[in-house]
């Protein structure tokens, strides 16, 4: 596990306390967290009506979910990467604050065609399949295809070398004032490696099982 003493700006243990880090009042935070409920019981409902793919532990934590659909819901982005969808526990909550916003559009990559069961077909939703082989060099052209992210979000590949260059190419395409995101930044060193080079300082959110790093643009 990667040592994050000393490192990081702020060690929030919620998803409210982690989006104030990134710049956002507590009121604000409360706001959208409050609708949350009403995503987390349509989840619930998904779950129950649908045959999965994946373990159940593939999906975010509870406290990572409710940040994605916070901070979606505050930025209002136009454009909303993900990388690693699995049933797409991730995908329903952002895709759940794009509709809300009644704009945006969320694009999910991945490398297995049977993911999303828990989103199936939805309007502002485009996800692309890639081999495995091609996953770096079709996600390096779709994001020049895409221009510009408010969003970012990686929950793929959770080795230091896939995980640092994904972060490098989706961080040349950030927009000012965007938020960058990573969950399992302590599977190994990147994150915290991505950070030094850019000069970034990190907010990290212990949640459960694991860590999700964030940084604003
Ligand atoms: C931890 S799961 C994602 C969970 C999802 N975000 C959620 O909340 O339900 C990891 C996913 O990454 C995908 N994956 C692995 N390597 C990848 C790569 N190089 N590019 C894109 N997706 C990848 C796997 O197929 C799997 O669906």
């Not at 880090?21 to 959208?32: A, F, N, R």
């Not at 049977?114 to 052209?141: C, D, M, N, T, Y």
């Amino acid at each position: 596990m990667a040592d994050f003493g000393g490192r990081s700006g702020s060690l929030a243990t919620t998803a409210a306390a982690f989006v104030q880090t990134l710049g956002w009042s507590m009121p604000q935070v409360s706001e959208v967290l409050d609708e949350y409920q009403e995503v987390e019981s349509r989840l619930n409902d998904r779950y129950k009506e649908c045959a999965l793919e994946f373990p159940v532990t593939h999906g975010v934590e509870a406290e990572t979910g409710a940040f994605l659909y916070a901070i979606a819901r505050l930025l209002k982005p136009k454009t909303v990467v993900e990388t690693g969808v699995a049933d797409g526990r991730s995908s329903f909550v952002i895709l759940s604050a794009l509709e809300r916003n009644g704009s945006g559009a969320l694009y999910s990559f991945d490398i297995r065609p049977q993911v999303g069961k828990l989103v199936g077909h939805h309007p502002q939703w485009h996800l692309q399949i890639s081999k495995p082989q091609e996953a770096l060099s079709s996600f390096v052209r779709a994001l020049r295809r895409l221009g510009a992210i408010d969003l970012f979000f990686h929950d793929s590949d959770h080795r230091y070398l896939s995980q640092l260059i994904e972060y490098e190419q989706a961080w040349r395409c950030m927009t000012p004032g965007s938020v960058f995101a990573s969950d399992d930044v302590d599977d190994s060193r990147a994150f915290l490696d991505f950070c030094d080079r850019n000069g970034t300082t990190p907010s990290l959110l212990l949640d459960r099982r694991k860590v999700i790093g964030a940084v604003r643009r």
